[in-house]
């Protein structure tokens, strides 16, 4: 395959459906120059220009936080066969120092994250586009251990962006787009089956 016209993947899905868990699936099976993903997160604007919400809590989950511009802008650039260099976004995070990120161009991209079929522009440019699926309660609960043990939030922090941020948003933001996807991957449990019919694409796709 050309890598002047790579094969360009969205993976959208609500918080904690296992979008995360897809990528890091696939960056194990495949090679450098195989594949390269690039997630949403790295593209938030700065927090001055964060939507606060009345309770003076920054809301990360809405789309205008995102910088589709820049987004669409270096996935063009990988397009046209050139790498692109960022800084990684550590959402202000006084205990991680940011470090450069290169996407590579390589013959499959992956573009991740809630919002990027949101954007009219970014969504002209997937050949497919994946949605990963999980009950409400099921996201709930993992999002009740990751934040606990990832970010050191309590239950009630975890519950008002709960309530407040990310359930509105995956009704408004998410499931209107669900109907459009080429294939939703159901995460309840494992995905293995959706796995392998991803996989066997992607293997095909990288013989040609």
Not at 32 to 40: D, L, N
Not at 124 to 147: C, H, I, Q
Request: aromatic share 10%; glycine share 4%.
């Amino acid at each position: 395959m050309s890598t002047s016209k790579p094969y360009i993947i969205g993976i959208a899905g609500g918080s904690a459906s296992g979008k995360t868990t897809l990528i890091r699936r696939l960056n194990k099976l495949y090679k450098p120059g195989e594949i390269c993903v690039i997630s949403q997160d790295h593209y938030y604007k700065p927090l001055s220009d964060q939507v606060v919400d009345e309770n003076g809590e920054i809301n990360f989950d809405l789309p205008e936080g995102i910088d589709f511009s820049r987004l669409v802008r270096d996935l063009r650039k990988l397009k046209k066969g050139q790498d692109v260099k960022i800084v990684e976004y550590t959402f202000n995070n006084p205990n991680v120092f940011p470090k450069q990120i290169t996407f590579k161009v390589s013959p499959i991209i992956v573009i991740e994250g809630l919002f990027i079929y949101t954007d009219p522009k970014l969504d002209a440019l997937f050949d497919l586009k994946l949605y990963v699926e999980a009950s409400l309660d099921v996201m709930l609960k993992r999002r009740l251990t990751r934040d606990a043990e990832e970010r050191g939030m309590t239950e009630k922090q975890i519950e008002y962006q709960w309530n407040e941020h990310v359930l509105p948003a995956y009704k408004q933001y998410l499931l209107p787009y669900r109907a459009n996807v080429d294939l939703i991957i159901v995460n309840n449990t494992h995905f293995d089956r959706s796995f392998k019919v991803l996989t066997n694409h992607l293997n095909e796709l990288l013989k040609a």
